[in-house]
């Protein structure tokens, strides 16, 4: 009876915390290249995301629950729409854009900067593609 109750009586084990983070930045920059790979998915058929996605990415001791939103000029301004409940940012920007998107990356940046609902979380500024010969250097950037 103690060895039955032991098991049965036992619990779940601890879960682990969770996060809820927001994944932005213009198309193309490699947001949804850079989630597959923290889930250890295969980097084929990456096709950019139209809309929004959400991936739990599991870490040793959490789990990130990532919300892609799409980078496209008509979903860019519904971005906020999406931004309740988050706990931390992800900004992914291609380094080596051109200086037009790069701009536009940037007043994209400065607007979440100061969006009240994530102006005091925690954000992620992620220079993506630096392994390209047109890449910027963080500095540039």
Do not use: M
Not at 95 to 107: G, H, I, K, P, V
Not at 115 to 120: D, R, V
């Amino acid at each position: 009876w103690q060895c039955f109750r032991a098991l049965c009586c036992k619990g779940p084990p601890p879960s682990q915390p969770e996060y809820d983070l927001v994944c932005i930045g213009l198309t193309g920059s490699g947001k949804t290249s850079l989630l597959s790979q923290l889930c250890s998915e295969s980097p084929e058929n990456i096709v950019s995301t139209t809309g929004f996605s959400i991936k739990a990415v599991p870490f040793q001791n959490a789990i990130l629950n990532v919300k892609e939103l799409g980078g496209t000029d008509n979903i860019r301004k519904y971005w906020s729409r999406y931004y309740q409940g988050s706990q931390g940012v992800i900004f992914v920007l291609d380094s080596a854009s051109s200086e037009d998107d790069l701009e536009t990356a940037r007043n994209e940046l400065h607007s979440a900067l100061q969006h009240p609902q994530l102006c005091t979380l925690p954000f992620l500024i992620l220079a993506n593609h630096q392994d390209k010969p047109a890449a910027r250097s963080i500095q540039e950037v």
